[in-house]
Structure formats: structure tokens, C-alpha cells
């Protein structure tokens, strides 16, 4: 039905999302197993990046071995709550560049607008991954990868913790090249965008703000 997203089923993964779910897992907690399954995350959403071999030496001989190709990835977090999923996709991709997408919703419009936008050179020449926990109506996940194909970007994909069918939906009209990675496709949103059952304002719980 959705082409373009793969869904991390791995019990890991599935066992730190509920109790991410639950009301009452408190800020730290919650940071704490966003910080985790984002790693987890960000090992399906590189799985199929391309490898070269190298020649080195091992302690007792030479050999020719595989390791990642082309210029260092770009990471893309669409803030605020992108960060969440940033710090923990850094730890496993160190070396990564990071750029950040600053968008809000005008209230008469109801369109994003962009407010901040900082990204590596050479976009181009890199693979992106854009991330933001959420993926609900898919406005602004859409409008941040139109931002970034501006800059040039032409590999990317898209992670994010939760995803609603109209968010993959926009995205997949919108972007129909950019795969997306999520822990988890719920069952709809609700009248003010929120996704159901969800897990609340993603923001809010990670950094304690309400
Ligand atoms: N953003 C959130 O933080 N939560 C939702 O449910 C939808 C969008």
C-alpha cells in the first residue's frame, strides 16, 4: 500500500516505542529511549548505503575492505523536535555534516514557512537523511525536502519514529523518491493534526516543555 516505507519491526525497537507511547514515562525516560531507538532507526535507514573496498593492513596481513563510499553523509534535522532524533543517528555516524530546517505554520495560510535553513555544502554529492519524529499531515516533512532539493540535495530519505497514512501519503505524492523509515504506521490523525494513538507533542515530551 505505501511503496516508499520500510517499518522497523525489530522487537527492540517495538518494546522502547510503547513506552515512549505511555502518558506517564517522564522527560528523561522518554529522552532516554528516543536517544536509543534512533540508533536502532538509523541502522535500517543506512542499510543499503553503498560500499568501496579499501586496502589495508591488518596485524598479519593485507586485505581489501569494505567501507562506505562517497562524501560523508548529511544529516538533516527539521527542528525542534528533529533533534531528538539527531543526536542518537550522530552517535553511530560520527563523521555525518548536520543541517537544520527551521519551518512554522502560518496561521491564516496554514502553509510552512521557512524560518531557518542551514545546510553542508555540496549537497549534491551527498546522501541525506532529513529527520523529524513525526510524520502527520506530511506539510511540512514535504516542504523541508522541497527545501533541501533546492540546496541540490538529490539522495534522500526520510526518518521518523511515528507516521501517519496521510503523512506517507503527502510525502509519497510529493516526493515520491524519498524512502521513509518510522518504528511505526498508526492509525490516523486526529481534528488538530495529531497522530492517533501517537505518543502527544514529540517536542514537548522529549524537552519537558508543555
Ligand atoms: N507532531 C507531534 O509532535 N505529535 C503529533 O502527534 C503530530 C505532530
Known amino acids: 500500500m505505501h511503496e516508499n516505507l520500510t517499518i522497523v519491526d525489530h522487537?527492540?525497537?517495538q518494546h522502547k516505542l510503547t513506552l515512549m507511547r505511555e502518558k506517564t514515562t517522564s522527560t528523561a525516560v522518554f529522552r532516554q529511549l528516543l536517544h536509543e531507538i534512533s540508533m536502532l532507526l538509523a541502522y535500517e535507514v543506512t542499510r543499503d548505503l553503498p560500499m568501496t573496498a579499501k586496502s589495508i593492513e591488518t596485524p598479519l596481513t593485507q586485505m581489501d575492505a569494505p567501507v562506505l563510499e562517497g562524501k560523508k553523509l548529511a544529516l538533516v534535522s527539521i527542528l525542534r523536535a528533529g533533534n531528538g532524533l539527531l543526536n542518537g543517528v550522530l552517535e553511530l555516524i560520527p563523521s555525518a555534516r548536520v543541517g537544520f530546517v527551521g519551518?512554522?505554520?502560518d496561521e491564516k495560510t496554514l502553509q510552512p514557512v521557512q524560518y531557518y535553513f542551514k545546510v553542508p555544502e555540496e549537497m549534491e554529492n551527498r546522501r541525506v537523511i532529513a529527520v523529524d519524529p513525526m510524520l502527520a499531515t506530511g506539510n511540512?516533512?514535504?516542504?523541508?525536502?522541497?527545501?533541501l532539493k533546492g540546496a541540490g540535495a538529490r539522495d534522500i530519505r526520510f526518518l521518523c519514529l511515528l507516521a501517519a497514512p496521510e503523512g506517507v501519503?503527502?510525502?509519497a505524492e510529493a516526493h515520491p523518491d524519498v524512502p521513509i523509515v518510522t518504528a511505526a504506521l498508526d492509525e490516523r490523525l486526529n481534528d488538530v493534526g495529531y497522530i492517533l494513538p501517537g505518543l502527544g507533542d514529540a517536542g514537548d515530551r522529549m524537552f519537558g516543555t508543555k
Open 140 to 147: 511540512s516533512s514535504a516542504a523541508a525536502i522541497d527545501l
Open 11 to 13: 522487537p527492540l525497537v
Open 103 to 105: 519551518l512554522y505554520r
Open 169 to 171: 501519503r503527502r510525502m
